[in-house]
Each structure stands twice: as C-alpha cells, then as structure tokens.
C-alpha cells in the first residue's frame, strides 16, 4: 500500500501522550462544530449529534442521477420500511436452528408489488450471513418444481460443501441430487410445445441409486431434503431454499414440497422452506395437504402503514439532502395508500420533478399524475401485473387481491 491512499496526518496531543490523528475533512471539521458538546443530556446530545451528520441541503434541484428510489419488481429498496414483525420472526427463526431447536417453515403473502421478492431476498442474505447454505427459485406455471428445487438445492450444497471436513459426506449429498435430476421425467409428447427447455443443472457427482429416483416427486423430494439437510446439520448450520411465486405450482407440486417440509419438521432436520406467493396461496396449499396451515408460520405482507411510507420516503432522501413537506408526505401517503411499488414510483417522480431541495405538495401531486400516466391508468384500460390505480394500488385487474385483503404493514397469521 502506498502511503499517498492515506489521510494527512497531524501530531495531537492527547491524553494518553502524542500520536497521530488524522485530519477531518473540511465537510466533517463542519459537522463537529455543530455538535452540542456542552449537552447538558444526552438526549440533547444524540439530538445535536443526528443533526450534524444530517447532509447539508442540496442547492437546487435534487439529481436526478442520484435519484434513490426504486420502483420495479424485486428490486430491493433503499429503506426496507414497515417489515420489521416479519425480519424479527425470521431471526428468531435462525436463532432457533442454531440452538437446535428447527421451527416452521414460512408462508409470505401479498398481493402484487407489496414486497414479497425483497423481503426473501433479504431473507436469504439474513441466513448467508449465518453460514446456511441458501438457494432460491421461481416458480413458473406449467413446468414442474423438480428441475427449480434440483438447482436451489445444487446452490446450497455448493456453498456448504467446501467448509465440510468429511468430503464424502457432501458427495453423498450431491449424488442424492443428481438421481434427484436423472429422475425428472421425460416431458410428455406435445408437451411445453414453444416453450424454451429447461436445461437439468449439472451435478458434478455420481447419483446414488435408490435414493431420490423414483419419479415420484413427493418421495424424491424427502430423500433429497434429508440428505442435504443432513449435511447442514454435520456443520451446525441449516438450509434454506427460498421460492417465489408459488401460487404457479400445480396442486401435485404443492403437496409434494408440504410433504417433504413435513418430513423435515417431524425428524427436526435444519431445512427451511421460506414461500412467496399471493394470497390465495395458503388456501391452495391446504388443499393440497390437509395440514399445511400447520407446517408454515404465515406472515403476510400489506401496504405499508403511515409512518413506514414516510420513513421509506424522507430516510432515502434525507441521507441526500432533500426534504418533504408535511403537506407532500400527505398527498403521497394518500395517493399511494402505502404500497410499495407505488411509493417508489411516486418518489422517484417527485424527486425528479422537485424544483428545490425541498419536495412540495406541488411536486407530490405532479408525481402522483405521472405515475398514474406511466402505468396506463386511462379509465378502465387495464394494466397487467401492475396495480389497479394508485389511490387503491395493490390489485391485479381481474384478480380480487388488492391491500384490502391485508391490513397496513405486515401481520403474522400464525
Ligand atoms: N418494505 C419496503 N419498503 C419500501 N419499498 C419496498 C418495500 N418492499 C418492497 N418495496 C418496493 O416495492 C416494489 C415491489 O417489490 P417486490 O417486487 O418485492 O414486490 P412483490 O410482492 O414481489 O411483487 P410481485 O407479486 O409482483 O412479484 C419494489 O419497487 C421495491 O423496491
Ligand atoms: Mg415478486
């Protein structure tokens, strides 16, 4: 390393004798002066403190090059408002593992756009960051869960099987999954005509026979789920596979995971199946198997509550010098109903239509238009896989899910 990388340094004298400090940056050598230090408590002080690291306004318009927000599907935003119940759960889950002690597996619902791809992904960066092997999947309608799992499972296994000390171990794992993969029917003639096919993953292993080959997706998946999670368990870690959108699944499909989740929960194997998918997908699963609302501890996702909106607005902004009205978190809050996917739409637009750095109701209103105009709300002129309108956001047209069918922030159902 090059000593030019380095701050410029002083000679201090401090209290333990002379050293070297490094000089503030002029910005900083600003926001200390603004530090009460003279706090007669320390509320007064944290509140001096917060203040001074609070950026100075932009002058002007806000950039629209760093504009924060991030309307889209599965993107993940730059505040994670109003989740809070569901991230506690699901570290009380990890915690639970890791005392040996394996809890359900977990149910996320919502209707479209409410944040259900982010909060598994963030999920999955929670359980990574426990050293658990993680794969995630989606599910797509008319193809089988088999080769999606296959390669889930194919992730996870590689993340877990280099910190094995028995290699063998992992290597049974893996040749488990590869008769898991070789088991995969042949697709039925005419069948998926114009679809693009679906490579099998590769698994680098020798299959193990009699194990996971059957054909039958309900007794190969529980073969499978017990040999990988038994790899987790030699290291004291556990597995989570992660599938989104799983209303698609076929009625069969279902019951064969709830099935295999089942296995896992009775021998209390450290594999956990976190799904996503929209709300009617617990009744699709009960009807696949009679004890499914049992197997899953159901959180479900609704639009965010007042106080989340504005905290998913005015944190992202704040941290880049621009402010929101009262009056413009107001209309936002109004027109949104605290829906995601719209309030990043609508942040995103009044960002970059804010004529200073502070966003007025003016802006906000304007905002509100543009997303409506963006996402073709003229009339009744449908707007697939987007919400039905910004002031009732949430529902897709045709569908009868919409934040009605969840109350404001997310609430466990079980
Ligand atoms: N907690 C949150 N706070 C603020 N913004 C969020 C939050 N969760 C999601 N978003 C934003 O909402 C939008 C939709 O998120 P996401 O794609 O995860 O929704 P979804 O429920 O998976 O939708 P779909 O059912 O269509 O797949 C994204 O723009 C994302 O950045
Ligand atoms: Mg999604």
């Not at 003279?38 to 001074?52: D, G, I, K, P, Q």
């Not at 690291?53 to 994670?80: F, I, M």
């Not at 009744?283 to 004890?291: E, H, I, N, P, Q």
């Not at 509100?368 to 919400?387: C, F, Q, W, Y």
Request: proline letters at 9%.
């Amino acid at each position: 390393m090059t000593t030019a990388a380095l701050p410029p340094f002083r000679t201090a004298v401090r209290h333990g004798g002379v050293g070297q400090v490094p000089l503030p940056h002029p910005d900083e050598r600003h926001a200390l002066r603004r530090i009460d230090w003279a706090a007669t408590s320390s509320a007064a002080f944290y509140r001096s403190l917060e203040a001074a690291l609070d950026p100075a306004p932009v002058s002007g318009r806000p950039d629209p090059l760093h504009n924060p927000y991030t309307p889209g599907a599965g993107r993940r935003p730059p505040e994670l408002a109003g989740r809070e119940i569901p991230l506690r759960r699901f570290d009380l889950l990890l915690d639970r593992v890791a005392h040996g002690r394996p809890d359900r597996s977990v149910l996320l619902t919502g209707p479209r756009g409410v944040g259900k791809t982010v909060l598994l992904d963030t999920f999955r960066s929670m359980a990574s960051g426990r050293m658990w092997g993680t794969g995630g999947f989606e599910t797509r309608p008319g193809h089988s869960l088999r080769r999606p799992i296959a390669t889930a499972v194919h992730t996870a296994l590689r993340e877990l099987a280099p910190r094995h000390r028995a290699p063998e171990r992992a290597d049974h794992a893996l040749g488990v999954l590869k008769s898991f993969v070789l088991a995969s029917p042949a697709p039925a003639a005419g069948a998926g005509r114009g679809a693009v096919p679906r490579r099998r993953p590769v698994v680098d292993a020798v299959a193990v026979r009699g194990q996971a080959d059957s054909g039958d997706l309900e007794t190969d998946l529980a073969d499978l789920f017990t040999a990988v999670a038994s790899v987790a368990t030699d290291l004291g870690v556990g597995i989570c596979l992660l599938a989104d959108e799983l209303h698609d699944a076929s009625h069969d499909d279902l019951s064969a995971l709830c099935a295999a989740c089942h296995r896992m929960a009775r021998s209390g194997a450290p594999l956990v199946v976190v799904a996503a998918g929209l709300p009617d997908l617990p009744r699709a699963l009960s009807t696949a198997k009679g004890y499914a609302d049992r197997l899953f501890q159901h959180l479900g996702l609704g639009p965010l509550d007042r106080a989340a909106t504005e905290h998913a607005l005015v944190a992202p902004a704040r941290a880049r010098g621009v402010a929101f009205t009262p009056e413009a978190l107001d209309e936002l809050y109004r027109a949104t109903g605290g829906h995601p996917f719209l309030v990043q739409s609508c942040g995103r637009a009044a960002w970059d239509l804010a004529e200073g750095a502070t966003i007025r109701r003016a802006d906000a209103r304007a905002a509100v238009a543009e997303v409506k105009d963006e996402i073709g709300l003229h009339g009744d002129a449908p707007a697939p896989s987007r919400p039905a309108s910004v002031a009732g956001a949430g529902r897709r047209p045709g569908t009868r899910h919409g934040p009605a069918d969840s109350p404001p922030g997310a609430h466990t159902a079980s």
